[in-house]
T-cell receptor
Framework: DTEVTQTPKHLVMGMTNKKSLKCEQHMGHRAMYWYKQKAKKPPELMFV???????INESVPSRFSPECPNSSLLNLHLHALQPEDSALYLCASSHLVRLAGIYHYEQYFGPGTRLTVT | ELKVEQNPLFLSMQEGKNYTIYCNYS?????LYWYRQDPGKSLESLFV?????AVKQEGRLMASLDTKARLSTLHITAAVHDLSATYFC?????????????FGTGTRLQVTL
């Protein structure tokens, strides 16, 4: 299994709703990431989990709450979002790869969840 | 703070002609990646460049890295319609606890007949 899966594919939520995005990988990767991508913009890193511990939080508002229950699963809990939070949310996982004698972390991206906040 | 810039932002290409996308990054980076994104889709990894002078080729695409100039290029040879997409470069850096990617602004390629 060499893929990252994300559910749901699409989500429409009101500003008072609470919802969650789910990401799963079974490649044994120990780092997992959440990115936000607005239309016609590059992905922006939100959170990084390394060995199930939050290692990077890029000053993301608290209405986004990440959770890593185990090494295969990453959630993003959403509460009281604003319309400007509408975007494509991408999950990725990575592992250490040795290529031509050099190590690097290769990231594998999921298909994304298209979120619309009304 | 690592910043990554790409140019051009938009490239209208004629089929059969050659073009180059440029990717500049502001500080030392361990690794340079190129991704392709089709509209509404996720990111597809194209190339990983790990050292100065690295050159990778796949079909009509060729990527290179000059770490001294902090520049990577993606060269397109004899453009064809199915290359139409948005291309991102991304510079990788070890943060001390995890690897981070900083993406360039993206270049939207449109190939016309």
């Amino acid at each position: 299994d060499t893929e990252v899966t994300q559910t749901p594919k699409h989500l429409v939520m009101g500003m008072t709703n609470k919802k969650s995005l789910k990401c799963e990988q079974h490649m044994g990767h120990r780092a997992m990431y959440w990115y936000k991508q607005k239309a016609k913009k590059p992905p922006e890193l939100m959170f990084v989990y390394s060995y199930e511990k939050l290692s990077i939080n890029e000053s993301v508002p608290s209405r986004f709450s990440p959770e890593c229950p185990n090494s295969s699963l990453l959630n993003l809990h959403l509460h009281a979002l604003q319309p400007e939070d509408s975007a494509l949310y991408l999950c990725a996982s990575s592992h250490l790869v040795r290529l031509a004698g050099i190590y690097h972390y290769e990231q594998y991206f999921g298909p994304g969840t298209r979120l619309t906040v009304t | 703070e690592l910043k990554v810039e790409q140019n051009p932002l938009f490239l209208s290409m004629q089929e059969g002609k050659n073009y180059t996308i440029y990717c500049n990054y502001s500080t030392t980076s361990d690794r340079l990646y190129w991704y392709r994104q089709d509209p509404g889709k996720s990111l597809e990894s194209l190339f990983v460049l790990l050292s100065n002078g690295a050159v990778k080729q796949e079909g009509r695409l060729m990527a290179s890295l000059d770490t001294k100039a902090r520049l990577s290029t993606l060269h397109i040879t004899a453009a064809v319609h199915d290359l139409s997409a948005t291309y991102f470069c991304a510079a990788g850096r070890w943060d001390g606890t995890a690897s981070k990617l900083t993406f360039g602004t993206g270049t939207r390629l449109q190939v016309t007949l």
